[in-house]
């Protein structure tokens, strides 16, 4: 049986708090303590209740696994691999289809991020009313993200699955451009271009035509039978 480490405990509690950047008051006001309190966890003095350890990982982007594995010699801030946008809030439009009123137009919605200890939830939710449609995870790495969302109720009428693949690499941008694949009221898939932003933008018809499948994805379309569509951005690669 490995022993329990106190002092190697609280260093790794140090060492995840400043890969965090954030100061002992700061991660105190946090767990409503003072931060003597912090200083002696860090020393290994005293051991956080489990409540307090739960809080400290969800805000410091750990595992619990990473404050007592002692061969775990660096704390991996998985903050980084969860969510590569580093904003909670994103902005999609794309050409949406209305079956209320019969007719395709702008559609605007909002993915919020929630960052847990070893994975990211997003939520696609109406711009206007933040009611949730559909929820799921991200995956991603330094080229692509990609959304896998499905029904947040699980007694919806029908199964609805969207997936999401943007392009992302250059991460700084403030907009992406890909793909959105779903299916409608009698299960019949489609896939369209769309674009997701870190900002707030006005739905333009400029935008709109950015949407249109262009007539070199027709052709290809055409002659392959494969639907290609670039989701790349050209400033990503002369850069």
Same mark, same amino acid.
Do not use: W
């Given at each position: 049986?490995?022993?329990?480490?106190?002092?190697?405990?609280?260093n790794n509690i140090k060492k995840a708090?400043?890969?965090?950047?954030?100061?002992?008051e700061n991660l105190a006001d946090i767990?409503?303590?003072?931060?003597?309190?912090?200083?002696?966890?860090?020393?290994?003095?005293?051991?956080?209740?489990?409540?307090?350890?739960?809080?400290?990982?969800?805000?410091?982007?750990?595992?619990?696994?990473?404050? &007592? +594995? !002692? %061969?775990?010699? #660096?704390?991996?801030?998985?903050?980084?691999?969860? /969510?590569?946008?580093? $904003?909670?809030?994103?902005?999609?439009?794309?050409?949406?289809?209305?079956?209320?009123?019969?007719?395709?137009?702008?559609?605007?919605?909002?993915?919020?991020?929630?960052?847990?200890?070893?994975?990211?939830?997003?939520?696609?939710?109406?711009?206007?009313?933040?009611?949730?449609?559909?929820?799921?995870?991200?995956?991603?790495?330094?080229?692509?993200?990609?959304?896998?969302?499905?029904?947040?109720?699980?007694?919806?009428?029908?199964?609805?699955?969207?997936?999401?693949?943007?392009?992302? &690499? +250059? !991460? %700084?941008?403030? #907009?992406?451009?890909?793909?959105?694949?779903?299916? /409608?009221?009698?299960? $019949?898939?489609?896939?369209?271009?769309?674009?997701?932003s870190k900002i707030d933008l006005d739905?333009?018809?400029?935008?709109?035509?950015?949407?249109?499948?262009?007539?070199?994805?027709?052709?290809?379309?055409?002659?392959?039978?494969?639907?290609?569509?670039?989701?790349?951005?050209?400033?990503?690669?002369?850069?």
């Amino acid at each position: 049986m490995t022993k329990f480490d106190k002092k190697e405990f609280g260093n790794n509690i140090k060492k995840a708090r400043k890969d965090k950047g954030l100061s002992q008051e700061n991660l105190a006001d946090i767990l409503c303590v003072t931060r003597s309190a912090i200083t002696r966890y860090e020393n290994g003095e005293v051991f956080p209740n489990p409540e307090q350890i739960s809080i400290i990982c969800e805000v410091l982007g750990i595992c619990p696994n990473d404050l &007592f +594995d !002692s %061969s775990n010699n #660096k704390i991996i801030n998985k903050e980084r691999s969860k /969510n590569p946008f580093k $904003t909670n809030t994103l902005y999609i439009y794309y050409n949406a289809y209305f079956p209320s009123q019969k007719r395709y137009g702008k559609g605007k919605f909002k993915l919020i991020l929630h960052e847990k200890y070893d994975t990211c939830i997003a939520d696609l939710v109406d711009y206007k009313t933040n009611k949730i449609y559909l929820s799921g995870h991200i995956y991603s790495d330094e080229t692509i993200a990609v959304f896998i969302l499905e029904n947040y109720k699980p007694n919806n009428p029908r199964l609805e699955v969207t997936q999401i693949i943007l392009n992302i &690499f +250059d !991460s %700084s941008r403030d #907009k992406f451009f890909g793909t959105l694949s779903c299916t /409608n009221g009698n299960y $019949t898939p489609s896939i369209r271009k769309c674009i997701v932003s870190k900002i707030d933008l006005d739905f333009h018809d400029e935008m709109l035509k950015e949407l249109k499948i262009t007539d070199l994805e027709k052709n290809t379309l055409n002659e392959n039978n494969i639907l290609y569509i670039d989701s790349t951005v050209k400033d990503d690669f002369e850069n």
